[in-house]
């Protein structure tokens, strides 16, 4: 089991940047992969981008080049941090952890935080 909680959403004009974190109930070395996700309203979650335990990283096309995602294993926390903001990156964004159980993985996801960019 795993609790996530995000922050750091917001209201940011369009050009601009924000820093969202998950902060984990546990370590996330024990943690196969930690991830951001996204859902805009009508739409469906897409993933935004994804970090291993080893630090191996990756994005989806459509913020490659803006976003960074990153770990700190000493906090139990991943940030996403996100730079030069589109309207369309407007969504509730989920912290998410997969950990490995007995024959699958398991998907845990955090309550989500509210990105707004004003276009």
């Known amino acids: 089991q795993v609790q996530l909680v995000e922050s750091g959403g917001g209201l940011v004009q369009a050009g601009g940047s924000l820093r969202l974190s998950c902060a984990a109930s546990?370590?996330?070395?024990?943690?196969?992969?930690m991830g951001w996700y996204r859902q805009a309203p009508g739409k469906q979650r897409e993933l935004v981008a994804t970090?291993?335990?080893?630090?191996?990283?990756n994005y989806a096309d459509s913020v490659k080049g803006r976003f960074t995602i990153s770990r700190d294993t000493a906090k139990n926390t991943v940030a996403l941090q996100m730079n030069s903001l589109k309207h369309e990156d407007t969504a509730v964004y989920y912290c998410?952890?997969?950990?490995?159980?007995?024959?699958?993985?398991?998907?845990?996801w955090g309550q989500g935080t509210q990105v707004t960019v004003s276009s």
């Open positions: 546990r370590s996330i070395f024990s943690i196969n992969v």
């Open positions: 998410n952890a997969q950990l490995r159980v007995p024959g699958t993985y398991v998907n845990y």
């Open positions: 970090i291993t335990s080893i630090g191996n990283t």
